[in-house]
């Protein structure tokens, strides 16, 4: 039997195995996104109960050759508390990215670092502002990581350079095409140009980090909306649940 010890990981989804046992779905970063059955996992004394949780930083060693192989240990990996309130849904949106767009088994160790360092900032309570273009970031990272983001610093059908003043939009299925203002979501070439840049930097979370943060409120909410429309594009359509579940609380009355 495989045995594989001491791997950093984060626990994405869990689910019932038997009356006493839980499968749980990680993200590791030697190994990508794999499905670990924790044996007794429900039971009050089992040490996996208190450490098995989302948006936390665990070091997990399993075993088996099974398309699901069992947990032998998983400890806290330490250096910050899970997230709370919106923080947290936004952890559990990521999650269900994660789910959604990498295989089993399909190591991104790029990505793995991008989503920890997500979780980093989620659970630092910096505001909603940084917060926001953290998960921008992230979805930037994960798109390009899983093969779906285009060339930012040139229009996709045409390779025609991007001009600073004019503006572009990013389509699911056109890639990065030009726009006019007022009609649908876009940026300025500058814009694009810099996220562009700062994807290919040695440490593209923290580049990319700056340049969303640092972008005007409009152009926040602009690149927010062509993000999205492509992740769900690529995410085979349906509202994502935590998505729903975001739309569902903000209409409930204050």
């Known amino acids: 039997m495989k045995r594989v010890n001491h791997e950093p990981g984060y626990v994405l989804h869990r689910y019932d195995w038997s009356e006493s046992s839980v499968i749980v779905e990680v993200f590791t970063r030697a190994h990508g996104r794999m499905a670990l059955v924790a044996k007794g996992a429900k039971r009050p004394s089992s040490n996996f109960r208190p450490v098995l949780l989302p948006l936390q930083p665990l070091v997990l060693s399993w075993g088996g050759d099974a398309e699901i192989r069992t947990l032998k240990s ?64 992230f979805e930037l990272l994960l798109l390009r990581e899983t093969g779906h983001l285009p060339a930012l610093d040139a ?53 990319v980090l700056g340049v969303c943060a640092s972008l005007p409120g409009e152009q926040r909410a602009s690149l927010r909306q062509q993000l999205r429309e492509m992740l769900h594009y690529h995410c085979g359509g ?17």
């Open 74 to 137: 998983a400890e806290w990996g330490g250096g910050h508390v899970m997230p709370t309130g919106e923080a947290l849904l936004s952890g559990y949106y990521a999650n269900e990215l994660l789910m959604r767009l990498m295989a089993r088994e399909d190591a991104h160790t790029r990505l793995f670092d991008a989503y920890a360092a997500l979780v980093h900032v989620l659970a630092a309570e910096k505001g909603e502002t940084l917060h926001a273009a953290a998960l921008r970031t």
């Open 155 to 207: 229009q996709t059908l045409t390779f025609a350079p991007l001009e600073p003043d004019e503006s572009y939009s990013l389509v699911a299925e056109g890639g990065l095409r030009s726009a006019h203002e007022g009609q649908g979501a876009w940026l300025p070439g500058r814009g694009w140009l810099a996220l562009a840049e700062a994807l290919d930097d040695e440490a593209p979370f923290t580049a």
């Open 238 to 254: 349906g509202i994502l649940r935590t998505r729903q579940m975001m739309i569902d609380l903000q209409s409930l009355p204050s």
